[in-house]
């Protein structure tokens, strides 16, 4: 459990959010990061939704039926999460 989960708990948005930090400057499907996360589908997709609507997550159509999603390195929140995310990791070493 690293420091984040300690003070936030463990939560299927942290989850997904920190998959997708760690895959900053890369697009994925939702089905990737179910599968990278242990977590189902539909739980992603509930979870990503709120990321999505604040901007930190950019989500991007595929088609009808097919997104992709990423960090959105272009918004200022985004930023404030990972300054915090990353000052917080400090305290785990």
């Given at each position: 459990?690293?420091?984040l989960e300690k003070i936030f708990g463990k939560t299927a948005q942290?989850?997904?959010?920190?998959?997708?930090?760690?895959?900053?400057?890369?697009?994925?499907?939702?089905?990737?990061?179910?599968?990278?996360?242990?977590?189902?589908?539909?739980?992603?997709?509930?979870?990503?939704?709120?990321?999505?609507?604040?901007?930190?997550?950019?989500?991007?159509?595929?088609?009808?039926?097919?997104?992709?999603?990423?960090?959105?390195?272009?918004?200022?929140?985004?930023?404030?999460?990972?300054?915090?995310?990353?000052?917080?990791?400090?305290?785990?070493?």
């Amino acid at each position: 459990m690293d420091v984040l989960e300690k003070i936030f708990g463990k939560t299927a948005q942290m989850t997904v959010l920190k998959n997708l930090i760690s895959h900053k400057g890369e697009s994925t499907y939702l089905s990737g990061i179910a599968e990278e996360t242990g977590l189902s589908h539909s739980s992603v997709a509930r979870v990503i939704a709120p990321l999505v609507e604040t901007g930190i997550v950019k989500e991007k159509p595929l088609g009808k039926q097919i997104r992709t999603f990423s960090i959105n390195m272009d918004s200022e929140l985004t930023q404030l999460v990972l300054e915090f995310y990353e000052r917080i990791q400090e305290f785990a070493d």
